[in-house]
């Protein structure tokens, strides 16, 4: 994302990962990072659209919302996957999709701190193969 995202995470204290974190490190090579408006600063946003939650930030208690935005709305980012991506497991034909890719949002999870941008890197790409053993079985 681009460098004004930067400046719109100065607030954030933590990142929830809503399955643990150990369990998002292993099980996902990339998750989906974006913005949205809440009426919180803290707690898991509400969405309206298909994709699961996966982490989201919290943000300081003195936290100002942002210019431009009403009164009471903080915009948090979120982490999320859609049925289609590749850990979901959901197939178009013979094909998972983003096999050997990564759609335009996508980071690795290993790399999103509080404040911190995520970033893509070869194993959130599908470039990579993981070691044996690091991602637990599928249901």
């Known amino acids: 994302m681009s460098d004004t995202l ?7 204290v933590e990142i929830v990962w809503v399955e643990g974190e150990s369990t998002v490190m292993a099980r996902y090579d990339y998750v989906r990072q974006d ?6 600063k ?3 946003p509400r969405i309206a659209w298909d994709a699961r939650i ?3 930030a919290n943000l300081r208690a ?3 919302p942002p210019a431009g935005l009403s009164s009471g709305r ?4 979120i982490f ?3 049925p289609q991506d590749r850990s979901e497991g959901e197939t178009v034909g013979e094909r998972v999709h983003y096999q050997g890719s990564t759609p335009a949002e996508a980071v690795d999870p290993r790399t999103v701190k509080p404040g911190v941008v995520g970033t893509l890197t070869d194993r959130a790409r599908g470039k990579t193969q993981p070691p044996p053993g690091e991602h637990p ?3």
């Open 62 to 64: 003195d936290a100002e």
């Open 54 to 56: 996966i982490g989201y």
């Open 35 to 40: 913005l949205v408006k809440t009426a919180k």
């Open 42 to 44: 803290r707690g898991v």
């Open 6 to 12: 930067v400046h719109k995470i100065t607030d954030e």
């Open 74 to 77: 903080w915009e948090r980012r």
């Open 80 to 82: 999320y996957v859609k």
């Open 137 to 139: 079985p599928k249901e």
